[in-house]
C-alpha cells in the first residue's frame, strides 16, 4: 500500500451521462404495484390467521411472524410473537423470535430482555445455543466485551462456531495467544472454518517465531483456499515462515505483517525488539507506534496514544522518505485532535506516493476537519478514483450530500451518477444518487435511484422513506401508509424515523 509512486494524482471526474430514467407515472404506476402486492399478502395472511378454526394456535401466530419478517414489517412480526407468547407463555420460541427482531431493529437493549425470558424457559438445544450467541452479540454492540464473552462461552458449549470464532478473535485483540490458540485448534476441525484457522494458528506460531509449526498451518491454509494461498504468497508470510526471524529487518516483516492481518497486539512484541535490535530504522518505530494507536482502548487509551506518539514521531523524523511513517504522524495528529499539522505529514507522505489511497483518504478527512471543503473535495475524488474498494467512491458522494455542497455546479450528480456506472451493485451507491437528485429537485431520478436502491436491499429504510414521501405528496395514501410504516418498522429510531412519524400521522388511520 505504501511503495514509493511518481505518477500524477487523478484530478478529474470522467463526464458520465445520467442514466436512463423511466417517466414519473411509470415509476408511480410500478411503486403502487409493488406496495399494493405487499400489501395485499399481508392482509391475506391476516385474514388466514383471524380465520382459522377455533382460536389460532401457536404455530400460526409464528408463521405469521415469519411473513410479516419477511417483507420487513418487523411491527407486526413483534405483535404476532406477543400473541404467540400469550397463547404458549412457557415457548420460548415467541421470546427468542422477540429479540431477533429487537436485534435487527439495533434495539439492543430490548433484545438482551427477551432472549433472556427466552433462555429462562427452556429453548431446545439448537434454540439455546444461538440465543446465547445472539445475546453475546447485543452484549459486544454494547460495549459489554466481559459479558459478551461469558455468553459467548455458552454459546460454544453448545456448539456454536461463530461464537468460538468469536472468543478467538478477541482473545487476538487482547493479546492472548494462549487462548487464541486454543479457540483456533478447535475451529480447524471444522470445514467452513479449517482454511481461516490454520492461517490464524501460522501467525500466531510466527509470533511464536516457531517456523516449523508456522509452516506446517500456513501450508495447510493454502492446501484448502487458492485465495488464502494467494494472499499469502503475494503478502510474503510464506516467504517469511521459512526465515529465521532474528534480524531488525526480519521482526519488522513480522510487524508489519501482524498488522496487515489485523492483529496490532500481536505486532507490538517483534517490533519492540526491532527497535532494540535498530533504533535507527524509522519504518518499525512508526510500524511500532501504529501498533501502539490501534490496541489504545478503555483504561490503557491514554498511556497508548503517549507511547504511539513517542515512536511514530521518532519515525517520522528517522524515515520522512517513507510515505508511511508520514500516513501514521497525519493520523496520530487526526486522533489528538490536530489536524492542520496532519495536513502537513499527509502531503509530504504523497510527495512520495502520489496514488496511496490511504493517503489522499486521511487527507480528505484532516481537510474537512479544517473547513477546507474545495481541497477536501479534490482529495477524496483522488481516493475514489485511484480505489479498487467501492467504500472510498461512498465516502466521495457521501461528501456531497452531507455537507450539501456542488448541487447548483452539478458535480454532485455528476460523481453521483459516475459512482453507480462504476458499481452498479452498491445500494448505498444508488441511494446516495436518489438523495442527489432529491436535494436538486429531480424527482424522477430520484424515483428511479429509491427503487433500484430497495431492489438491491430491501432492508434498508432510506428508500423507503422517500418513497412514502412521494406517494404522500402525490396523494397515493395507501403506498405512503405502507413505505413510512415500513420505515419506522425496520429501523425505529434511525436517521428518517421522525419525519417517518410526522408524514404518517395525517394518515395513520389507513390500515396497512
Known amino acids: 500500500m505504501f511503495e514509493m509512486q511518481k505518477d500524477p494524482p487523478i484530478t478529474t471526474t470522467p463526464s458520465i451521462a445520467q442514466p436512463p430514467q423511466p417517466t414519473a407515472p411509470t415509476l408511480r404506476c410500478a411503486l403502487q404495484r409493488a406496495a399494493l402486492l405487499a400489501l395485499v399478502a399481508l392482509m391475506l395472511l391476516g385474514l388466514c390467521v383471524a380465520l382459522a378454526p377455533d382460536r389460532p394456535g401457536v404455530n400460526q401466530y409464528l408463521a405469521a411472524a415469519a411473513q410479516a419478517r419477511a417483507v420487513y414489517r418487523y411491527d407486526r412480526a413483534l405483535v404476532w410473537y406477543t400473541l404467540a407468547q400469550t397463547q404458549a407463555p412457557q415457548d420460548a420460541r415467541p421470546l427468542c423470535g422477540q429479540g431477533e427482531i429487537h436485534a435487527l431493529r439495533q434495539e439492543w437493549r430490548l433484545a438482551i430482555s427477551a ?7 427452556t429453548p431446545q438445544p439448537m434454540q439455546a445455543m444461538n440465543a446465547w450467541q445472539s445475546l453475546g452479540d447485543a452484549q459486544q454492540a454494547l460495549g459489554d466485551n466481559a459479558a459478551a464473552q461469558a455468553d459467548w462461552r455458552q454459546a460454544t458449549a453448545l456448539g456454536s462456531l461463530g461464537a468460538e470464532r468469536e472468543l478467538a478473535q478477541q482473545a487476538e485483540a487482547a493479546g492472548d ?23 490464524q494458528l501460522g501467525y500466531l506460531a510466527l509470533w511464536k517465531s516457531d517456523l516449523a509449526d508456522a509452516q506446517r498451518h500456513l ?13 499469502l504468497q503475494s503478502s510474503g508470510v510464506l516467504a517469511l515462515a521459512a526465515t529465521p526471524l532474528t534480524t531488525a529487518a526480519n521482526l519488522t516483516r513480522l510487524g508489519y ?28 518505530h512508526a510500524l511500532l507506534g501504529w501498533a501502539y494507536l490501534q490496541t489504545a482502548q478503555n483504561g490503557s487509551q491514554a498511556a497508548r496514544r503517549a507511547l504511539a506518539q513517542r515512536e511514530i514521531m521518532l519515525g517520522a523524523r528517522l524515515a520522512p522518505e517513507v510515505s508511511f511513517t508520514q500516513f501514521a504522524a497525519g493520523e496520530l495528529a487526526l486522533a489528538l485532535g490536530t489536524p492542520t499539522p496532519a495536513i502537513a505529514f499527509l502531503q509530504r507522505g504523497l510527495a512520495e506516493d502520489a496514488r496511496n489511497v490511504a493517503l489522499w483518504s486521511a487527507l480528505g478527512q484532516a481537510q474537512l476537519a479544517t473547513h477546507d471543503y474545495f481541497s477536501a473535495e479534490f482529495s477524496l475524488q483522488n481516493a475514489a478514483q485511484l480505489s479498487d474498494d467501492p467504500a472510498d ?29 462504476r458499481w452498479p451493485g452498491s445500494e448505498q451507491l444508488w441511494y446516495l444518487l436518489g438523495v442527489v437528485n432529491d436535494l436538486i429537485g429531480q424527482h424522477t431520478g430520484a424515483y428511479y435511484a429509491f427503487t433500484r436502491a430497495q431492489a438491491l436491499d ?32 425496520i429501523s425505529p429510531n434511525g436517521l428518517h424515523a421522525a419525519q417517518a412519524r410526522d408524514l404518517l400521522a395525517p394518515i395513520a388511520d389507513i390500515p396497512v
Open 257 to 284: 505483517a501482524l498488522l496487515a492481518a489485523d492483529l496490532p497486539a500481536l505486532a507490538i512484541r517483534p517490533l519492540l525488539r526491532a527497535t532494540t535490535l535498530a533504533p535507527d530504522q524509522g519504518v518499525a
Open 219 to 231: 501450508l495447510a491454509a493454502a492446501a484448502i483456499s487458492p485465495a488464502i494461498r494467494a494472499q
Open 115 to 121: 432472549w433472556n425470558a427466552c433462555l429462562a424457559h
Open 177 to 199: 495467544v494462549s487462548a487464541a490458540t486454543r479457540y483456533w485448534s478447535q475451529l480447524a476441525q471444522s470445514p467452513t472454518d479449517a482454511a481461516v484457522a490454520q492461517t
Open 458 to 489: 430491501p432492508g434498508d429504510s432510506g428508500p423507503y422513506f422517500y418513497l412514502g414521501s412521494y406517494a404522500e405528496d402525490e396523494g397515493n395514501e395507501v403506498v405512503a401508509a405502507l413505505d413510512l410504516r415500513t420505515t419506522l418498522a
Open 393 to 421: 467512491t461512498i465516502t466521495f458522494v457521501r461528501y456531497y450530500v452531507d455537507h450539501q455542497l456542488g448541487l447548483a455546479s452539478g458535480r454532485a450528480l455528476t460523481a453521483a451518477v459516475a459512482a453507480i456506472h
